[in-house]
């Protein structure tokens, strides 16, 4: 069915008369960065529900929350290695066992394998020569997120869409394979338009989030008939009932998925916690409709489902 809107308005963030929750999270995590750590903990910190935290903590920060605590269990225990002024055991690095311990790790050898999956470099050699290695190595873990403006515009009310079956191409996304989610679409294309596809409108379905390593299912799909079969190589999902907020998300020139990151780093953290409306955490929706055209001013929503 089609959704009803009232005349959109720009969101306007309003001033925030509590404290970030996040900004507690990033805190608490800083003070206890060596002691056990979980997304449902730091949820708790966060006085958020595991998915809504999981799912904010993702757009904000640009990795899922445990990636986080690794990759800043890593840089403190690279600054204790290199003896960083200001770092607790400054002036005498630690035995690599223990800082293995320290940052959670079973075995030495484990810890060894993931710093140098962060930094390039073996915790060994780093140790016998921070000097040479430092400046690179902490480039490489910034993990510094775009710069990206995007235009994003919350619909008035929310919308109630009934239950429709769609047909589509699917893959677990993690931040380590974002790009398969654009590589999906010329795959999908390939089969559309197919025998019992509905309309001609496409739909990006994120859903199945796994909060502990950060990750999701998106499927590019069509709707499709309910009594038809797909194209072999499709698969079927029933998208329930759910009652949505939209945001209208406006593109610019230029590619596509960064502009996406953009903006859904954008609803999550800003348009969706001032919008007042409560996730349910059911399946998202991007629906590319007739305004999408992959042009400068370009036009999709994002549908969101919340309580009615």
Known sequence: MEPKHKTAEPICAPQRSEPDPLERVLTHIERNLFEPLSVA???????LSLFHFSRLFTARI?????????????????????????????????ALIDLAFDCGFESQEAFTRAFAQTFGVTPGRYKRDPARYQASAMEKAMNQIPAEKPNVTLLDGVTRKDAF????????????????????WPKLMQHIPFEGQQGSVCYGLCYGSNTAEGSF???????????????????????????YAVFRITLSAG?????????????????????????????DLEVYGER????????????IPVEG
């Not at 800043?72 to 690279?78: G, S």
């Open 255 to 283: 590619e596509i998925h960064p502009q996406m990151k953009a903006a859904m780093q954008y609803i999550f953290s800003d348009g969706l916690p001032n919008s007042g409306l409560k996730p349910t955490g059911g399946i």
């Open 41 to 47: 903990s730091l949820a708790d910190v966060a006085e």
């Open 62 to 94: 640009g990795e899922s929350v445990m990636a986080y605590v690794r990759r800043r269990r890593m840089l403190r225990a690279a600054a204790k290695l290199g003896r960083n002024p200001g770092v607790e055991d400054d002036f005498e690095a630690p």
């Open 165 to 184: 079956v769609v047909a589509g191409l699917s893959e677990r996304i993690s931040k380590d394979n974002m790009l398969a989610i654009p590589a999906l």
């Open 217 to 243: 299912m998106y499927m590019a799909a069509a709707e499709i008939a309910p009594d038809k079969k797909p194209p072999a190589a499709l698969t079927l999902m029933q998208v329930p009932a759910q009652t």
């Open 292 to 303: 999408f055209n992959q042009k400068a001013g370009s036009v999709l929503d994002f549908y």
